[in-house]
């Protein structure tokens, strides 16, 4: 066919009485003009007609890997392929008299293939990437950074091929060569190196996912992993900034991934009240029977009553001296009504560590800390739970006797002062006070 129309163009040309020469040459270039315009049609009817009713076959289809190809234009970047190809194989038949055109032409449609090629790659590694978030595993294995590596080895070998074309050379010697440029080539992309390595151990030590709250505190970062690539780790704080940070930094810097404790029973409470040292004293017998009415301890202190009893009958220990024997104290009892109220709790994990102590005391007071596992773990339900309790116990502690420790303000000073004088009956002037 190509024949048959290069002869009539030919003859046409002749009887323009133009000299054989320009009309063989001129010949070629009407052909090769229509070979182009035919490349343009079959890209458009392709283009306005084949991927509309590919399109449409995915719309009704209830899988979604079609979708995800679509919307990565993976089928609209190969259509840009198939009208190259046609030119490239027509090309050398229809430019045989003019060789040097032939030859600049077959080294451009090479060089826009190798980039159509990669420009196809990458969308269709951007489109596996997407079908594998389909999966539950990609919460636990992400596949962003290897594919982002493949994309890299894609563009290298790209160039490679492209520089061949270009110089009309095999590609080998040029890979071989490039040996020589790697400490510059490690130079230039070492951030991009850093962040492969930092990025593949992250994942094959699972260190960090997608949806993991992390803090990094010398980046100020505290909240959840959005995004996970090859060079950056992208965080979603608290207070809704979006941070970003290289991926090797943690692997080289230290910080804490809070999956550990969304994957288990609980979240920790850990946290303590200071008691004053001087509100600490043995149980009376009018205390403990008022300690019996409470509820949550009335049973552990019958209970111990008569455990501490039976011990000193049987020492023979005299009772009339408060410091012989055993007894009990209105901390202790306090620190078994936090323990009952703590168990009661039903937002509160009594499988996990379960500990209400009495920490090194100091000067100010005794740290009474609680250290159990709560059963809710988003957090403002945790932070309020923890309030809850808190709430309760500080307005507990004045049934047991017993003081919370608290620095006294200037106000109540001047107060206490003031006091003092009025009962002394000798007065100062106020600015005395004041001073």
């Known amino acids: 066919m190509i024949e048959y129309f290069d002869k009539i163009f030919r003859e046409w040309l002749l009887g323009l009485n133009m000299p054989v020469e320009y009309a063989c040459m001129f010949s070629n270039l009407i052909l090769f003009g229509s070979v182009l315009l035919l490349g343009v ?3 458009y009817i392709l283009k306005y007609f084949v991927i509309k009713i590919i399109k449409k076959i ?12 679509i919307e990565n234009r993976v089928f609209q970047r190969m259509a840009f392929l198939v009208p190259a190809l046609i030119i490239f194989a027509l090309a050398p038949l229809i430019l045989s008299d003019i060789p040097n055109l032939g030859k600049i032409a077959q080294t451009i449609l090479k060089l826009y293939m190798v980039f159509i090629f990669m420009w196809v790659g990458s ?3 951007n489109a596996l990437n997407g079908i594998y978030q389909l999966y539950d595993i990609a919460k636990v294995k992400p596949i962003k950074g290897y594919l982002q590596v493949l994309k890299i080895f894609m563009y290298i070998i790209g160039a490679v091929i492209a520089i061949s074309v270009l110089i009309n050379r095999s590609p080998i010697p040029i890979l071989t060569g490039m040996g020589v440029f790697s ?8 951030d991009t190196i850093l962040g492969l390595v930092g990025s593949i151990q992250l994942s094959a030590l699972d260190l960090v996912r997608p949806g993991d709250w992390i803090e990094v505190p010398k980046y100020n970062i505290d909240g959840i992993v959005i995004d996970m690539n090859l060079t950056t780790l992208k965080v979603r704080n608290w207070d809704m900034t979006i941070a970003a940070v290289p991926t090797y930094t943690l692997i080289a810097e230290s910080f804490q991934n809070w999956r550990g404790m969304q994957e288990s029973g609980g979240r920790r409470i850990k946290r303590s009240i200071r008691i004053n040292m001087h509100s600490v004293k043995f149980c009376s017998p009018g205390m403990i029977e008022k300690f019996k009415k409470i509820q949550l301890i009335s049973a552990y202190i019958e209970q111990k009553e008569q455990e501490l009893r039976e011990y ?3 020492l023979q220990i005299d009772e009339s001296v408060m410091v012989n024997g055993r007894r009990l104290t209105n901390l202790g009892v306090f620190r078994a009504y936090m323990m009952a109220y703590l168990r009661a709790n039903p937002r509160v994990n009594a499988e996990m560590a379960f500990i209400v102590r009495q920490l090194q005391p100091t000067e100010t007071g005794i740290p009474l800390e609680i250290y159990v596992f709560s059963m809710v773990k988003e957090w403002a339900e945790y932070e309020t739970l923890q309030a809850d309790i808190f709430d309760h116990i500080l307005a507990v502690v004045p049934e ?14 001047r107060a206490a002062i003031s006091q003092a ?6 007065e100062l002037p106020a600015r005395v006070i004041q001073s």
Do not use: C, H, M, P
Not at 183 to 189: D, E, G, P, Q, T
Not at 400 to 413: M, S
Not at 421 to 426: F, I, M, R
């Open 41 to 43: 049609i079959v890209y």
């Open 58 to 69: 995915a719309r009704k289809t209830s899988s979604k890997w079609d979708d995800i190809l």
């Open 123 to 125: 969308s269709f590694l």
């Open 183 to 190: 400490a510059i080539i490690v130079l230039i992309f070492k």
């Open 312 to 314: 000193n009958q049987t």
């Open 400 to 413: 047991f006797e017993l003081e919370v420790f608290q620095n006294r303000t200037l106000v109540d000073n």
């Open 421 to 426: 004088l009025n009962d002394a009956g000798n």
